[in-house]
């Protein structure tokens, strides 16, 4: 699910204390309650929003943001931004350290995330992602042609689309290579004049006293164990999203090009030496 091929192993999971379990049960029940509670708000919304409007969705994104404000406030967790996110046609590309990066960005822009197939099957986590409206696609280049279609569909409807080009999430303390093949649906006629990709920095900060890792999940890491961490932490640091300045895709040769600039504008804003 989050591998990572060169991962050091994660630090052992500290036991949960008495007054951990009880902040599991407070904030769990507050986060369920905001997280589906506001998502079947959506689903009928969506009822009305999709024969009037169709892939355009003028006010369920709105809800998401909402919930994912929300659970910072719930989870007591401090969310700054610097920079702006952009206002054209295009994507915008981050690292990937934790589940909870899909909240940290939410929090800040209208998005709608780009993700692997086998998401729309997980539990839970598939149903959240289909109502919010995840692109999902298959890593394959044999379907390339009908990936960007649907890229070229979903921006038409004035979506900005957001994917992880490391292909995983990592310990938040560097940034690996980035993959190039989603970069290649930016170079259509159709697409390539008019789009920009912008690039976003994700940095997470331990509570005081904890690992540097703290935030991130990656090799054998569970979804329940980290999310119960999260839980019942007394006291959380903080997650900061940086938006660099877009890139035109018209100004670069290729989809290589394009990647290695959005890559360098990811890594120059991580404090981490690790990068």
């Known amino acids: 699910m989050n591998l990572w091929a060169e991962a050091p192993p994660p630090p052992p999971a500290a036991p949960i204390p008495p007054a951990g379990w009880l902040r599991v049960v407070l904030r769990g029940a507050a986060l369920g309650g905001v997280t589906?509670?506001?998502?079947?708000?959506?689903?009928?919304v969506r009822l009305v929003e999709r024969p009037l409007f169709g892939l355009r969705r003028p006010v369920t994104p709105h809800i998401t943001r909402f919930v994912?404000?929300?659970?910072?406030?719930?989870?007591?967790?401090?969310?700054?931004?610097?920079?702006?996110?952009?206002?054209?046609?295009?994507a915008i590309v981050a690292n990937h350290a934790s589940w909870l990066d899909i909240f940290t960005l939410n929090a800040c822009d209208l998005v709608y995330f780009v993700a692997k197939s086998e998401v729309r099957g997980w539990a839970g986590i598939g149903w959240l992602a289909r109502a919010t409206g995840t692109v999902f696609i298959n890593r394959d280049g044999r379907e390339a042609a009908a990936q960007k279609a649907l890229?070229?569909?979903?921006?038409?409807?004035?979506?900005?689309?957001?994917?992880?080009?490391?292909?995983?999430?990592?310990?938040?303390?560097r940034v690996l290579p980035f993959k190039t093949t989603l970069f290649a649906a930016f170079?259509?006629?159709?697409?390539?004049?008019?789009?920009?990709?912008?690039?976003?920095?994700?940095?997470?900060?331990?509570?005081?006293?904890e690992d540097r890792a703290f935030y991130?999940?990656?090799?054998?890491?569970?979804?329940?164990?980290h999310f119960l961490k999260l839980l019942a932490?007394?006291?959380?640091?903080s997650a900061e999203v940086v938006f660099h300045e877009p890139l035109p895709v018209a100004d670069f040769a290729d989809r290589k090009a394009l990647a290695r600039a959005a890559e360098a504008a990811v890594r120059s804003a991580l404090p981490w030496t690790d990068s």
């Open 187 to 209: 170079f259509t006629p159709h697409l390539s004049e008019t789009c920009a990709i912008q690039p976003v920095t994700v940095i997470y900060t331990a509570p005081e006293g």
């Open 36 to 44: 589906f509670g506001c998502l079947g708000l959506l689903v009928l």
């Open 151 to 173: 890229f070229e569909a979903r921006l038409d409807a004035g979506h900005r689309l957001l994917f992880f080009p490391e292909g995983t999430s990592t310990d938040g303390l």
């Open 68 to 90: 994912c404000r929300a659970a910072f406030a719930i989870l007591g967790i401090r969310h700054s931004v610097r920079g702006r996110p952009m206002r054209q046609h295009g």
């Open 216 to 225: 991130g999940w990656w090799g054998e890491m569970s979804f329940a164990g």
């Open 233 to 237: 932490t007394r006291r959380h640091g």
